[in-house]
């Protein structure tokens, strides 16, 4: 699948309905839907690896007994086994009566925290009949969040009815919109360009979508590289745009350095590790707080939704500004009583 050896995890659960982490992020009401563990495509920043720590060995341990050959984590694709099986007995009793019955309950399922949704037709048919039985089974709304140019055909090839269209929410990762920088750091996935088609096909149809400018790295003009990524989007028709800057777990931001200087592109590179790296704590902090500061002069209080992690250094500042959009995360802003939910 898309260049990868595919495995398969027997998990017991596709559904999570007591999530905070995302809850906190405002991406969802505490439910996620992830069919698979190890995506298709390959993003240098991606951190899923480092979360399935104690998931994806076992998984990986087996391929290497049966075929001699040991692969990292980002080399294959894990999908959980017997996907829809799972969501339809989380779904419904062995009566085959409704577990979450009342119409009204709207919360909004995010899909997906560990995979690309819509990565090649196999997957996006996976989550056209995981999105039905939820669609028709529950009163949920769903948000898809995908770097493919294919899920707009969910809606546009009626892969999902249309009497369920109202309660679908469409976004693109589009941290840059430079296709190169995007080829570099997030291998195998759609051009941003034709994402950005995907978005305003669905806008132009009025679907519902949502913007996700994310990760976005250290910039040289972050007025105009706010400016000119939010025009792309068109965010006066996103319900709400999430952004944040490059998130630092496992090994994403050596991978992505390498990438952005493997594929020549120095001065991207140049920018990031000027901000990174030992004692660059303050230069961090800088490139996240002129990056939001830029999206506040785009984006509406309201719409605007900024994920920052904060310590008690910078707790401060940031809980000043939740006002503007900051979603404050982590344990500080846990004790501090800043978070969003
Ligand atoms: S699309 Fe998302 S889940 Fe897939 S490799 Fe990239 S960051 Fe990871």
Redesign the pocket.
């Known amino acids: 699948m898309n260049g990868k050896p595919v495995l398969y995890r027997d998990a017991k659960t596709v559904l999570n309905v007591n999530n905070n982490a995302f809850k906190e992020k405002l991406l969802c009401g505490g439910v996620i839907l992830n069919l698979g563990d190890a995506?298709a495509?390959?993003?240098s920043?991606?951190y899923?690896g480092s979360m399935l720590r104690f998931h994806a060995p076992p998984v990986l341990s087996a391929y290497t007994l049966t075929h001699g050959v040991t692969l990292p984590f980002q080399k294959v694709v894990i999908r959980r086994q017997n996907a829809i099986d799972r969501l339809r007995a989380q779904l419904l009793d062995r009566k085959g009566r409704r577990r979450y019955s009342d119409d009204d309950d709207a919360r909004v399922v995010f899909s997906s925290t560990?995979?690309?949704v819509a990565a090649n037709m196999e997957l996006l048919r996976e989550t056209a009949e995981a999105c039905n039985m939820i669609l028709q089974h529950t009163g949920w709304h769903i948000r898809l969040l995908s770097?493919s140019n294919l899920l707009h055909l969910l809606v546009a090839n009626e892969m999902i009815p249309s009497k369920y269209h109202h309660r679908l929410i469409f976004g693109f990762s589009t941290g840059t919109l430079h296709d190169n920088v995007a080829k570099a750091i997030?291998s195998g996935?759609a051009t941003v360009s034709k994402r950005l088609e995907s978005l305003h096909w669905l806008q132009d149809n009025d679907f519902r979508t949502f913007g996700m400018i994310c990760p976005s790295l250290p910039q040289d003009d972050y007025d105009s590289f706010s400016s000119d990524i939010c025009a792309a989007i068109r965010v006066e028709k996103c319900e709400h745009v999430w952004a944040e800057p490059l998130n630092v777990r496992g090994e994403s931001l050596s991978r992505t350095l390498a990438a952005l200087r493997a594929a020549g592109l120095n001065a991207e590179a140049n920018n990031l590790a000027a901000v990174s790296g030992a004692g660059k704590g303050k230069a961090w902090e800088d490139y996240a707080r002129m990056t939001f500061l830029a999206h506040t002069k785009n984006i509406e209080p309201g719409k605007l939704r900024f994920l920052q992690y904060i310590d008690t250094g910078t707790a401060g500042w940031w809980g000043e500004r939740r006002r503007l959009g900051a979603v404050l995360l982590g344990k500080t802003a846990k004790a501090k009583l800043l978070t969003a939910v």
């Open positions: 995506c495509y390959s993003c920043f991606c899923v560990t995979v690309d770097k997030e996935s």
